[in-house]
């Protein structure tokens, strides 16, 4: 009896062990954390999608943590370190950091149009007298946040082009939150000029007329060139078990449905559509880099 009993505790003990093992190797971590690389305020951007991040927890089992980080060396750091493992991030700050990320396990946003690519809007007040790029000089302009392809990197390339070195050739500049926001300043008068996203003009016609704005008091003044939308990425080393799950619920998500579409209308979205690498070499090229072998 003695024996058998050994031999049974061993046995627990070795599959208890074994069990432990699996897990580790498999990367089955229910626990996950999603960072959402702001292109608005902190506050709006938890509200925008923490619907999406309720439904990945019901669609997938897991525990889904939802990170705003407020500067690119310190989300960096969480990627390297492993405290985030999924992103939705803009496509520049995705080149930066690709080798971090599972390159077989990309999605790309859709704008609320079903567009995969999107551009940054310069916008001024009609009285300003402000015509094209070259007057901004000496002016005062808002950006969106450095996290924002279009309303940030875009739009400096923009500049670039025209001749304007936002460092030197402005009186100042300033990088703000949501569209809302900077069209405000702008009507205001706080700044001379600022960038808006391409939907803004026409898709938040209604929101303008709550703020007090006025849409013929504003005028387009020069668009970006185009650059692809939002990335979700996976950090690389989470299981193929995970990233599949994942993957799947994000896929899944399309306007048909009702409950859906309150989810992607709440995050500024149209959908989920598989992704490449290769998708971003424009955006590398327009940035004067290889693209990656």
Avoid at 57 to 70: N, V
Avoid at 127 to 141: A, N, T, W
Avoid at 211 to 229: D, S
Wanted: aromatic share 8%; hydrophobic share 40%.
């Amino acid at each position: 009896m003695r024996l058998i009993d050994k031999m049974s505790k061993g046995l627990i003990l070795f599959f208890s062990c074994l069990l432990v093992l699996t897990s580790y190797a498999h990367g089955e971590k229910k626990h996950m954390t999603l960072a959402i690389l702001p292109c608005t305020d902190v506050v709006m951007s938890f509200k925008k999608f923490n619907p999406l991040a309720v439904y990945l927890e019901q669609e997938t089992g897991f525990k889904i943590k939802l990170i705003i980080p407020t500067d690119s060396e310190g989300f960096e750091r969480s990627i390297r370190s492993g405290d985030i493992d999924f992103a939705f991030l803009d496509p520049h700050t995705y080149i930066k950091l690709a080798n971090l990320f599972n390159k077989s396990a990309l999605i790309k946003t859709l704008t609320l149009k079903g567009a995969i690519f999107q551009c940054g809007i310069v916008i001024a007040r009609k009285d300003s007298h402000i015509r094209k790029i070259e007057d901004l000089k000496g002016k005062m302009v808002m950006f969106g946040s450095r996290f924002s392809a279009a309303k940030w990197l875009a739009a400096k390339l923009l500049f670039e082009e025209n001749g304007i070195n936002i460092e030197k050739d402005l009186k100042s500049y300033s990088n703000g939150g949501c569209c809302e926001d900077i069209a405000f300043n702008i009507y205001l008068k706080e700044v001379d000029a600022g960038v808006v996203c391409d939907h803004f003009l026409e898709e938040h016609s209604e929101k303008q007329q709550e703020l007090g704005l006025e849409a013929e008091q504003i005028m387009i003044v020069a668009k970006t060139k185009l650059v692809p939308t939002r990335v979700f990425a996976v950090r690389r080393g989470i299981s193929k078990q995970i990233v599949t799950k994942i993957m799947q619920a994000l896929l899944k998500i399309n306007k048909t449905r009702p409950e859906y579409a309150k989810i992607l209308n709440h995050a500024e979205l149209g959908g989920f559509q598989r992704a490449q690498d290769e998708d971003y070499d424009c955006l590398r090229m327009l940035l004067g880099e290889k693209p990656q072998e």
